[in-house]
């Protein structure tokens, strides 16, 4: 199946300070990514969807110029949290999407912020 | 926003026994899948059930989907302790490049 990595896969930080996680899909093409939030024990919640070469489209109730995304290429789309804060600790998750497998997304592995 | 709900939102079983989850949405939807995902750790993709599905199974799993109730179930049959995971349902609406919705997740514990 493909694979989609993330990196770090853990990082902590001092408040104030911006996190630039990256998101990449190791064996295909990925038109579309998508970026998720996941507190402790809650589900997935969608931040924003990412497609190549163009403005990343935000959920309601997320901040687009905290939550910086770039999906500049095919198979790299980044998440930069800027002057993040204690609030912003979480699992970010992002999964990728494929002309080729329709329907189904493959997700990362995550990466977990903390902020101090 | 979460398209519905998981039912029940924890789960604990003895090793051996079945384990039957439920999710609830709300909107149409192409198609409904599950994950599983282990504490602190990335989803594993279970199954994938179409709109015009109604009974799929994948090994020890089987999942049903009922449209006309806007539900679905997944059964883990002779469960054992490596099943111990959050299991998510998210349905997909066919929409906006195929974005996802999740449900709350049910967290299964299986007693060895």
């Known amino acids: 199946g493909a694979v989609v990595s993330q990196h770090p896969s853990r990082v902590i930080c001092k408040s104030g300070t911006s996190v630039k996680i990256e998101c990449r899909s190791l064996?295909?093409?990925?038109?579309?990514m998508f970026w998720y939030r996941q507190f402790p024990k809650q589900s997935l919640m969608l931040m924003a969807t990412?497609?190549?070469?163009?403005?990343?489209?935000?959920e309601q109730g997320v901040e687009k110029d905290k939550f910086l995304i770039n999906h500049a290429s095919l198979t790299l789309s980044t998440l930069t949290v800027t002057s993040a804060h204690p609030e912003d600790s979480s699992f970010y998750i992002c999964?990728?999407?494929?002309?080729?497998?329709?329907?189904?997304?493959?997700f990362g592995p995550g990466t977990r912020l903390t902020v101090l | 926003s979460q398209q519905g709900e998981e039912d029940p939102q924890a789960l604990s079983i003895q090793e051996g026994e079945n384990a039957t989850m439920n999710c609830s949405y709300k909107t149409s939807i192409n198609n409904l899948q599950w994950y599983r995902q282990n504490s602190g750790r990335g989803l594993v993709h279970l199954i994938l059930?179409?709109?015009?599905?109604r009974e799929k199974h994948s090994g020890r799993l089987r999942v049903t989907l009922d449209t006309s109730k806007k539900s679905s179930s997944l059964l883990i049959t002779a469960s054992r302790a490596a099943d111990t995971a959050s299991y998510f349902c998210?349905?997909?609406?066919?929409?906006?490049?195929?974005?996802?919705?999740f449900g709350g997740g049910t967290r299964v514990l299986v007693k060895p």
């Open positions: 059930i179409r709109s015009n599905e």
């Open positions: 998210a349905t997909d609406a066919g929409a906006a490049g195929n974005k996802l919705t």
């Open positions: 990412s497609n190549e070469g163009s403005k990343a489209t935000y």
């Open positions: 064996d295909f093409q990925a038109t579309t």
């Open positions: 999964s990728a999407w494929g002309l080729h497998d329709y329907n189904e997304q493959f």
